[in-house]
Nanobody
Framework: QVQLVESGGGLVQAGGSLRLSCAASGRTFRRYAMGWFRQAPGKEREFVAAIIWSGGSTYYADSVKGRFTISGDNARNTVYLQMNNLKPEDTAVYYC???????????????????WGQGTQVTVSS
């Protein structure tokens, strides 16, 4: 079984920064893409960022472009989300996800990903 474990969430003031980590463990699996999603109370889970594991191409939601950076460390089996200039509207539970099937679904779609972490809370105060 594959486990994805997020860490690095917390409470930060507007304008501050956080770095989320997502470590993969368990059986070895092929990662074609890794993504970050977030879900605020009462809202749908939404795409934040994704990275194609081989090649490193990155993709971002318009709302975080220029502020967030996704990166991966193959040796550590870890994907990161560096979040700068945080805003109160960034408050949500952040989830990482993995595509191990080389799905042809959009990177922006939850259906692309077959493994999910348990989430980490990010709260941005104004």
């Amino acid at each position: 079984q594959v486990q994805l474990v997020e860490s690095g969430g917390g409470l930060v003031q507007a304008g501050g920064s956080l770095r989320l980590s997502c470590a993969a463990s368990g059986r070895t699996f092929r990662r074609y893409a890794m993504g970050w999603f977030r879900q605020a109370p009462g809202k749908e889970r939404e795409f934040v960022a994704a990275i194609i594991w081989s090649g490193g191409s990155t993709y971002y939601a318009d709302s975080v472009k220029g502020r967030f950076t996704i990166s991966g460390d193959n040796a550590r089996n870890t994907v990161y989300l560096q979040m700068n200039n945080l805003k109160p509207e960034d408050t949500a539970v952040y989830y990482c996800a993995a595509d191990s099937r080389n799905s042809d679904m959009s990177l922006y779609s939850r259906s692309r990903y077959d493994y999910w972490g348990q989430g980490t809370q990010v709260t941005v105060s104004s």
